[in-house]
């Protein structure tokens, strides 16, 4: 016998440890004469990971899978296609957070710090401010307003989650903060 690769299976008849060379399609078993197939080899799996919605914990799962339940407080994570998930660390915590890509900020679950991306996709025209020639011309015309603070709508969604009664829930925070000047 050629030395090389070699894998085992267990005899289908005797239940005898067999060892054959890998790729073989079937092994003949020298004590009953028995002739087991041997398996195609399983593809290569691809893992991806994502952080508990419950827990904050880091999992691994099969990329192909739709939800993870995690080991630690078994909540059912629901996940998202890796390509539409970005990551960044809580700017007070450290804890790493992961938000839909493109948001302009994330709110930290554990301290409610609000981190900013880097991504400034609601950023509001600066206003022009007046020169002092034109403050003076603008307090006598009733007809120019003074520009006025606009708010900016933020919302914040973070990974859904399953309930005990096995419904989605969705974790998004909607707030409003003061536009400046």
Do not use: F
């Not at 028995?34 to 904050?56: D, H, K, N, S, W």
């Not at 939800?67 to 078994?74: K, M, P």
């Not at 938000?99 to 409610?112: E, F, L, T």
């Amino acid at each position: 016998m050629i030395a090389g690769m070699q894998s085992q299976i267990v005899c289908h008849r005797c239940r005898r440890v067999l060892a054959y060379p890998s790729g073989a399609p079937s092994v003949c078993c020298a004590m009953c004469r028995a002739i087991t197939a041997v398996p195609p080899p399983a593809p290569a799996v691809e893992m991806a990971q994502l952080i508990c919605g419950g827990c904050r914990t880091l999992l691994m799962y099969t990329r192909n899978a739709d939800t993870v339940r995690c080991s630690c407080c078994s909540t059912v994570n629901l996940v998202r296609p890796v390509n539409n998930i970005a990551h960044v660390n809580c700017g007070r915590c450290r804890t790493t957070l992961m938000y839909p890509h493109g948001a302009p900020s994330v709110k930290c679950a554990i301290c409610d710090y609000i981190t900013n991306t880097g991504i400034n996709t609601m950023s509001p025209a600066p206003c022009p401010r007046p020169t002092s020639n034109e403050s003076a011309y603008n307090a006598s015309s009733a007809s120019v307003p003074t520009p006025q603070p606009q708010n900016v709508t933020v919302v914040v969604e973070n990974p859904m989650t399953v309930d005990e009664k096995g419904k989605l829930v969705s974790n998004v925070v909607v707030g409003i903060t003061p536009g400046k000047n």
